[in-house]
């Protein structure tokens, strides 16, 4: 029997810890197994048992709810197009020359991942985070853009994440960036928040019609601009309430306007915390920024931030001025103890956009599957929960966060439908527990439809790349390939910037990584994939 086929009862921290006898059983039977997972259900992701890992998180969580009679706040702090390498903490911050010590006091604060996995665009990171799905399994496999037309609402049978957090209790609350549809059915307070605040779109998607430097031809072109007006993507600032309302708040007629977007978003964010610490519910933020995807413009009130002063610095440091923002709002409402923090970016940095773009130490950047593209910052911090200080290299997805979140909240997974594929894992063990590992053993990468590679441990196999035809272009001049006569076998302990092949020459698991793709490839057999008109 394939150990991955084994059945547990059920995925829970809970269940996990009172099932010790049986899971010992389990990781005794996989001592000698590469591969540590578990399968607890056909349709959720397998899993690697840590048993008194899992116990010590349990009694952890229970301790702090007898202690606030609540269930904990979470909070998502997401960033537009960071590059691994931009904050301090991760190399970057004032060697680059844009400090960042509010988001090195996060990672201080907390634990610092080092491998941090997002999707590779940020539509499907910011659907594939409140769904726990892969893109490829909703169909929102990239951004929906002007002139797209979807054949499907992909929302419309999906159970999200707020909907969830919602029913057991929860306020929820999404601010800044959203860009997974603006069509009604599809916007956040119409897939289960109760609150939205921002823009639907990317900066650049904004600003390109009043830019007349960068985008001259657009602008400075009525018949042009006429054409674009009727497939443009919504300039105003929304706030939307469940059950459909909108109100258009104001309108992005500047490039001014947008430099000022972040700021203004993230007044209304520290409001609501204000209002939600008075509250007896917990509350769900998940707070985007605007910044700092490209095209990238200081804030005329806060000009010039940075060492550097090139805009897409100054951006850096807004956000690091901005996050601390945050982070003092919940140290003033006294909440952090009862507080879930994550940092994160929503992937790789745009290197089409340089010089107004991030830096990764990485091969690739945003739009391939290669390291610069999906890995990214990832801090958790949690008062009195998290230790301060710890670093981890074990892989974490940033899909978890929807399978942690459903465990702090105390939500079982039996409440997701059993027709489809879940590809979180919870991670609430891992994040809570001193010395934590991670419960994740695979990261799968995927870019539109086809399924491009695979992580396990140190080593990530490819199958297909993405290669640039011209020096930084890895969206506008890039070509999809297939590897050619074996999979690039890397081992990212040597080799992070995936260079040298080592599977024929100097490793073992190349087999053993095609078999872990080919396990994943027959997920899409029982459970096919949705297909919204964006493959």
Same mark, same amino acid.
Not at 38 to 56: G, T
Not at 224 to 239: G, K, R, T
């Given at each position: ?16 810890? @009172? ?89 201080? @604060? ?13 539509? =499907? ?30 929302? @419309? ?44 779109? @990317? ?96 804030? =005329? ?59 990764? =130490? ?138 040298? =092949? ?34």
């Amino acid at each position: 029997m394939k150990y991955n086929s084994v059945r547990l009862m059920k995925s829970s921290i809970p269940i996990l810890a @009172a099932s010790l006898s049986m899971s010992t059983l389990v990781i005794q039977s996989k001592a000698e197994s590469f591969d540590r997972s578990v399968c607890v259900k056909d349709n959720f992701e397998p899993a690697i048992p840590r048993v008194q890992q899992s116990k010590d998180a349990v009694e952890k969580l229970a301790n702090l709810q007898r202690k606030t009679g609540r269930k904990p706040n979470i909070i998502w702090i997401i960033v537009d197009d960071m590059g691994y390498g931009d904050p301090g903490c991760y190399g970057g911050g004032a060697a680059v020359g844009a400090a960042t010590p509010n988001i090195d006091r996060l990672a201080r @604060a907390g634990l610092r991942l080092t491998s941090c996995y997002a999707q590779q665009t940020c539509t =499907p990171t910011r659907s594939a985070i409140l769904t726990g799905r892969l893109p490829v399994r909703t169909g929102l496999t990239r951004p929906i853009l002007a002139g797209d037309k979807i054949t499907k609402n992909p929302w @419309a049978d999906e159970v999200s994440l707020p909907t969830l957090l919602g029913e057991t209790g929860y306020q929820t609350l999404l601010t800044g960036k959203w860009h997974v549809g603006e069509s009604e059915g599809m916007r956040p307070h119409d897939v289960g928040f109760d609150e939205y605040y921002g823009y639907y779109s @990317a900066q650049k998607e904004i600003t390109q019609a009043v830019d007349a430097r960068r985008y001259p031809d657009l602008v400075n072109n009525p018949e042009m601009m006429a054409a674009f007006e009727a497939i443009a993507p919504d300039n105003h600032l929304i706030h939307g309430f469940k059950g459909g309302k909108s109100v258009e708040v104001s309108q992005v007629k500047s490039t001014d306007d947008m430099g000022r977007a972040d700021a203004v978003l993230v007044d209304f964010t520290i409001k609501k915390i204000g209002e939600f610490a008075k509250s007896d519910k917990p509350f769900f933020i998940e707070h985007c920024f605007m910044k700092v995807h490209c095209d990238n413009f200081d804030n =005329p009130d806060m000009p010039g931030l940075s060492a550097s002063k090139y805009a897409y610095k100054n951006a850096i440091v807004e956000v690091d001025l901005l996050t601390g923002k945050i982070y003092q709002a919940l140290e003033d409402a006294g909440i952090l103890e009862n507080t879930f923090i994550f940092f994160t970016s929503d992937n790789g940095p745009q290197m089409d956009a340089w010089p107004d773009a991030g830096y990764t =130490p990485f091969r690739g950047a945003k739009g391939t599957t290669f390291e610069g593209g999906v890995r990214v910052p990832g801090i958790a911090c949690w008062k009195g929960m998290i230790s301060p200080g710890r670093v981890s290299d074990d892989v974490f997805d940033l899909m978890d966060l929807f399978g942690t979140a459903l465990n702090l909240a105390g939500v079982s997974s039996d409440k997701l439908p059993t027709d489809r594929y879940y590809d979180f894992i919870d991670q609430t063990s891992f994040l809570l527990t001193d010395d934590g590992k991670s419960n994740r053993e695979a990261v799968y990468f995927w870019w539109g439809s086809q399924l491009m590679a695979c992580r396990m441990r140190e080593y990530k196999e490819h199958v297909k790349v993405i290669i640039p035809q011209s020096k930084m272009q890895w969206i506008d001049y890039s070509t999809i390939q297939d590897v050619g006569l074996a999979p690039w076998l890397f081992n990212l302990y040597i080799d992070p910037k995936e260079e040298m =092949p080592v599977g024929h020459r100097r490793n073992a698991w190349l087999a053993t990584l095609g078999g872990k793709l080919k396990e994943h490839g027959a997920t899409f057999k029982k459970y096919p994939p949705k297909n919204i008109g964006l493959n």
